[in-house]
């Protein structure tokens, strides 16, 4: 197998990709990571395959370069995954075992197949099962989180000799960040937290007012949010644990999706996004130790431009 840089491979201007990020992700977030020179990538988990081809539909007459899906395996849909591999450049899947069956799809339908993981033997494994790129993931990531150890070190254990692109994520969000990341072997790097305050997200204004306000040290890896997903390990900010445990009623609040709206039960994994009500400081406020670099609400292609100013 030839190694082949991730540009190259998934070609795009700029070593960068857009976590997935559910549904505080966006077409149009996608779309502006894209035109600005990265991967934008769609969060479809738990989406049924005729919303998941409506939403990609859309996305592809947004932007004329390539965009990738991104599925969380305990929620997959395989016609989804199907339908995402006829319209996507890229197929990625996380939190599971990687699984060359889900690889074969992927690929029958034309895109690259990729896997983000938390260990190197994960990686290898995804190698094994035929993943085109793989996404090694450390602990100061935001949202949920697969791997026990510093990003450092799970890519310092893998990126020896690694016969495919390695994408590094967890904490990367400043120009540093990436030449770090960069330097230390990784071919591309996966951002998620800052592109949460990206004006194309649909993250609520608390939510991204919590995340201008907050630093590395807010945040605490838990899994305190998980109805509708245990045994998830995941970075949030402390605050909305504190919050969230002194809650005076099992229902915090509510989202819209589709047409209609949602309780949002206590602990549950949903994340505010623009349309929510109720006790936001209550709900899951997701975010990596790059929340140092969060300092404004901005549009997607000047986050981009800051990151990338010295690569």
């Given at each position: 197998?030839?190694?082949?840089?991730?540009?190259?491979l998934v070609g795009?201007?700029l070593?960068?990709?857009?976590?997935?990020?559910?549904?505080?992700?966006?077409?149009e977030?996608?779309?502006?990571?894209?035109d600005?020179g990265?991967?934008?990538?769609?969060?479809?988990?738990?989406?049924?395959?005729?919303?998941?081809?409506?939403r990609?539909?859309?996305?592809?007459?947004?932007?004329?370069?390539?965009?990738?899906?991104?599925f969380i395996?305990?929620f997959?849909?395989?016609?989804?995954v199907?339908l995402?591999?006829?319209?996507c450049r890229?197929?990625?899947?996380f939190?599971?075992?990687?699984?060359?069956a889900?690889v074969?799809i992927?690929h029958d339908?034309?895109?690259?197949?990729?896997w983000?993981?938390g260990?190197?033997?994960?990686?290898f494994?995804?190698v094994?099962?035929?993943c085109?790129?793989?996404?090694?993931?450390?602990?100061?990531?935001?949202?949920h989180?697969?791997g026990?150890?510093?990003?450092?070190?799970?890519?310092a254990s893998?990126?020896?000799g690694?016969?495919?692109?390695?994408?590094?994520?967890?904490?990367v969000?400043?120009a540093?960040d990436?030449?770090?990341?960069?330097?230390?072997?990784?071919?591309?790097?996966r951002?998620?937290?800052?592109?949460?305050?990206a004006e194309?997200?649909?993250?609520?204004?608390?939510?991204?007012d919590?995340?201008i306000?907050a630093a590395?040290?807010?945040?605490?890896?838990?899994?305190?949010?998980?109805?509708g997903?245990?045994?998830?390990?995941?970075?949030v900010?402390?605050?909305?644990?504190?919050?969230?445990?002194?809650?005076?009623s099992?229902?915090?609040?509510?989202?819209?999706?589709?047409g209609s709206?949602?309780?949002?039960?206590?602990?549950s994994?949903?994340?505010?996004?623009?349309?929510?009500?109720?006790?936001?400081d209550?709900?899951a406020?997701y975010?990596?130790?790059?929340?140092?670099?969060?300092?404004?609400?901005?549009p997607?292609?000047?986050?981009v431009?800051?990151?990338?100013?010295?690569?």
């Amino acid at each position: 197998m030839t190694t082949r840089s991730f540009t190259d491979l998934v070609g795009c201007a700029l070593p960068l990709q857009l976590a997935g990020m559910g549904s505080v992700s966006s077409v149009e977030l996608a779309s502006a990571v894209t035109d600005a020179g990265g991967l934008g990538m769609l969060g479809v988990a738990g989406i049924s395959a005729a919303v998941v081809e409506e939403r990609l539909a859309v996305l592809s007459k947004s932007t004329s370069g390539p965009v990738g899906a991104n599925f969380i395996v305990p929620f997959l849909d395989v016609d989804a995954v199907k339908l995402a591999s006829r319209r996507c450049r890229v197929v990625e899947f996380f939190y599971g075992d990687p699984d060359a069956a889900l690889v074969d799809i992927v690929h029958d339908g034309g895109a690259l197949a990729s896997w983000q993981v938390g260990s190197a033997d994960e990686a290898f494994a995804a190698v094994d099962a035929g993943c085109d790129l793989v996404v090694v993931q450390g602990i100061e990531a935001g949202g949920h989180v697969r791997g026990v150890v510093t990003l450092a070190d799970v890519l310092a254990s893998t990126v020896g000799g690694f016969p495919v692109p390695l994408v590094a994520a967890g904490g990367v969000g400043t120009a540093s960040d990436v030449a770090a990341q960069l330097n230390a072997g990784a071919s591309a790097v996966r951002v998620g937290t800052r592109f949460v305050a990206a004006e194309e997200s649909k993250a609520h204004s608390a939510y991204v007012d919590a995340l201008i306000e907050a630093a590395a040290g807010d945040t605490m890896l838990t899994e305190v949010f998980s109805l509708g997903w245990p045994n998830a390990p995941h970075r949030v900010l402390r605050s909305c644990v504190a919050a969230a445990e002194v809650a005076s009623s099992e229902i915090v609040g509510t989202v819209s999706a589709n047409g209609s709206e949602w309780p949002v039960p206590r602990f549950s994994t949903i994340p505010p996004t623009k349309d929510a009500a109720g006790n936001i400081d209550a709900m899951a406020l997701y975010a990596g130790f790059s929340v140092d670099a969060v300092k404004r609400r901005q549009p997607a292609a000047e986050i981009v431009a800051e990151m990338f100013e010295r690569v």
